[in-house]
C-alpha cells in the first residue's frame, strides 16, 4: 500500500515536471519566434539595427502581428519625438544662444512639434483601422508618417551651417537624427503592413 502511494506521487511529479517544462519551453519557443519575427521584419529597414533594438523589448506585446508591430514602432517613434520637442524647448530658451542658432531652434521646435502632432494623429488612426477603412485610414497614416518624417529632416538641415555652436549642433542633431531613423522605420513597418493586408 505504501509502495503504491509513493508511486503516485512519483507519477503526479512526473507528470508536473514534463507539465511545467512543456510551458516554460513553449513560453520560451513563443519569445524566440516574437523576437525573429521583429528581427526579420525589420530587415526591410533602412536601420535594421535600431529597429531591432527599439522593438525587441515589446516582443512579447508584439508577438507575430504586423499590425501590432507597425503600431509599436510608431509609439515609439511619437514617444521619442515627443521627449525630444520637449527637450528642444527648453534648449530654445538657454542663454547664450547666436541669434542664428535662436532662430534654427525656434524653427525646430515648432517642426518637431507638428512632427509630435503628426505622429500622434497617425496611432490614433491605427486605433480605429476596420476591415471597411482599411486602405483610406492607412492611406493617411502613410502620409501623416511621412510629414513627420519630413518636419525632422528640416528641423535637421537648419543645424547644417558652420557658424553653429558645435555642442548645441551634436546635442540636437543626435536628437534629430535618432527621432528621423526612429520614424523611418516606423512608415517602413506601416508601408509593410498595408501591403500585406488587402480587405
Known amino acids: ?75 515609439v517613434a511619437l514617444d521619442t519625438t515627443h521627449s525630444t520637442s520637449a527637450m528642444m524647448v527648453k534648449l530654445s530658451h538657454s542663454h547664450g544662444l547666436s541669434p542664428r542658432e535662436v532662430a534654427a531652434m525656434q524653427d525646430c521646435v515648432e517642426e518637431v512639434g507638428d512632427s509630435v502632432d503628426q505622429l500622434r494623429g497617425s496611432l490614433r488612426e491605427m486605433n480605429q483601422i476596420k476591415g471597411s477603412n482599411f486602405a483610406l485610414m492607412m492611406s ?33 542633431r543626435g536628437r534629430i537624427v535618432n527621432i528621423a531613423h526612429l520614424t523611418s522605420n516606423a512608415l517602413a513597418l506601416i508601408n509593410s503592413y498595408a501591403s500585406t493586408l488587402h480587405v
Request: with cysteine.
Open 1 to 75: 500500500m505504501e509502495g503504491s502511494s509513493s508511486n503516485h506521487l512519483l507519477t503526479a511529479a512526473l507528470i508536473l515536471f514534463i507539465f511545467t517544462s512543456h510551458i516554460t519551453s513553449t513560453s520560451a519557443a513563443g519569445k524566440t519566434g516574437s523576437t525573429e519575427f521583429i528581427r526579420t521584419s525589420c530587415s526591410a529597414t533602412i536601420y535594421p539595427t535600431l529597429c531591432i533594438t527599439s522593438l525587441s523589448s515589446h516582443a512579447s506585446a508584439i508577438q507575430t502581428s504586423p499590425k501590432l508591430l507597425a503600431h509599436t514602432a510608431l509609439s
Open 140 to 172: 493617411d497614416i502613410q502620409t501623416w508618417v511621412s510629414a513627420a518624417l519630413t518636419n525632422v529632416d528640416t528641423c535637421s538641415e537648419g543645424f547644417a551651417g558652420n557658424n553653429m555652436n558645435g555642442n548645441m549642433k551634436n546635442v540636437v
